[in-house]
């Protein structure tokens, strides 16, 4: 498991992963997939919820928009190449690719903190200076504060992926790490740790503590105007929004906290997995249903979604049931083709009825099909029905059940036109 390389140097290194327990790989494998997946479309899913509705393009669902965004990114960072060391004998990762992961990681990390602060501020803005709140936070501000916090992520990985770069490894390259973190690595290192350590406690410090003071300015603010507010009803709906970015904030800037303040003497690797567990894998899990769930414009929005989306689904089969009608009159009744489909038009009405007009087209040119005596106009008619038919039959597996959510089958039916 550990290995020498010419010039007192390694070339790739091997992630130890969570945990070395072999009863325990496969269980911890389909627990942090489940994770991963909930991440990833919850996620993607606020993204898509939040460029798709005009009404949540605000100032705080702009921040929201990049905090799922980020979120998602450094948990696709990380988790892929984590679950892999649950599955394999041993998860190699080469040594431009370590560092690249963490590159990533660090500035994804960094740029969520900013993020946080950035929100943290808005709040501020919204709820002490509401009359120049779309002053304060117009577009360009926003886009401003947005240019900022990438700034800050880039700055700070490429401060940490350069002191690490500089690091010489020797015999041994076990990473007791399920990922490429700073620590992990400087515990590796032939060199002498005390400037590296010192440029990692400084950044971090930067990075933590700015967007913390920020964040506390901002919410001892939104405190004090809180506590004026007359009616108790208005007091307790500012606490539990301010509540639910708190608590993300606390997980998130506390495990970071507790990581990377402390010297690697003072913290054990194995602690550090654990709290490493928190930033990396559980606050992008949970932020979609902290900020999303309980928040009643996206609750709103999501709701207008999936109705517009049934309504799609609900004129895609009437569309479906009258192309079945004009095959079953272009089959049977091929001389009253142009009399009984002039005109023809479908409305939303539903799914039942087109279904039933569909099953009952079908049958009628199944039973034509079967009249047919050559082999050859079988094999016609069947090849000119068959792209229909398979639309038909993706469309009632997918939206056979009530309640079930809308696709992109639609686009399947330009299929059929281009078997005519």
């Not at 930033?279 to 928040?295: A, C, E, H, Q």
């Not at 539903?350 to 034509?368: E, W």
């Amino acid at each position: 498991r550990r290995m020498a390389a010419d010039n007192s140097s390694v070339t790739e290194f091997i992630l130890a992963g969570l945990t070395d327990k072999p009863g325990l790989q496969l269980p911890l494998f389909f627990l942090f997939l489940s994770f991963y997946v909930v991440t990833v479309v919850g996620n993607l899913g606020l993204i898509t919820l939040i460029g798709l509705n005009t009404r949540l393009h605000t100032p705080m669902y702009f921040f929201l928009f990049n905090l799922s965004f980020i979120d998602f990114s450094y948990s696709t960072t990380i988790i892929p190449k984590m679950l892999k060391s649950f599955v394999s004998k041993k998860n190699l990762i080469f040594h431009a690719a370590c560092l690249t992961q963490l590159f990533f990681f660090c500035f994804f990390v960094i740029s969520e903190s900013f993020v946080l602060s950035a929100m943290a501020y808005d709040r501020y803005v919204a709820i002490c200076k509401p009359l120049v709140y779309p002053t304060m936070m117009s577009p360009q501000i926003c886009l401003l504060l947005l240019l900022g916090v990438y700034v800050m992520g880039f700055s700070g990985a490429m401060a940490h992926t350069g002191s690490i770069a500089s690091l010489t490894f020797c015999a041994d390259n076990l990473v007791n790490h399920f990922m490429c973190d700073i620590l992990p690595l400087l515990e590796l290192s032939c060199n002498s740790n005390y400037v590296h350590e010192l440029v990692v406690f400084v950044v971090v410090a930067i990075d933590i503590g700015v967007p913390l003071v920020t964040i506390f300015i901002s919410y001892a603010l939104i405190l004090f105007s809180i506590l004026h507010i007359p009616s108790t009803e208005g007091k307790s709906k500012a606490f539990s929004t301010c509540s639910s970015h708190i608590i993300v904030v606390c997980l998130f800037f506390g495990s970071g906290a507790f990581m990377y303040l402390k010297p690697p003497s003072v913290l054990p690797l194995e602690q550090g997995k654990v709290s490493s567990l928190f930033y990396t894998i559980v606050v992008p899990m949970l932020n979609p249903l902290i900020y999303s769930l309980r928040n009643k414009d996206v609750k709103v929005s999501l709701r207008k979604t999936v109705r517009l989306s049934c309504s799609f689904v609900s004129s895609e089969f009437f569309i479906l049931s009258a192309v079945a009608y004009d095959c079953y009159v272009a089959l049977c009744k091929p001389l009253l083709l142009h009399k009984c489909t002039h005109g023809l038009y479908c409305c939303d009405c539903g799914v039942r009825v087109p279904t039933v007009a569909i099953f009952i087209s079908c049958s009628f040119i199944l039973s034509s099909i079967f009249h047919i005596s050559s082999t050859g106009g079988r094999s016609k008619t069947f090849s000119t029905c068959s792209s229909y038919i398979i639309v038909v039959s993706l469309s009632l597996f997918f939206f056979g059940g009530e309640g079930q959510e809308p696709s992109c089958i639609s686009n399947y039916l330009l299929f059929y036109p281009l078997t005519r």
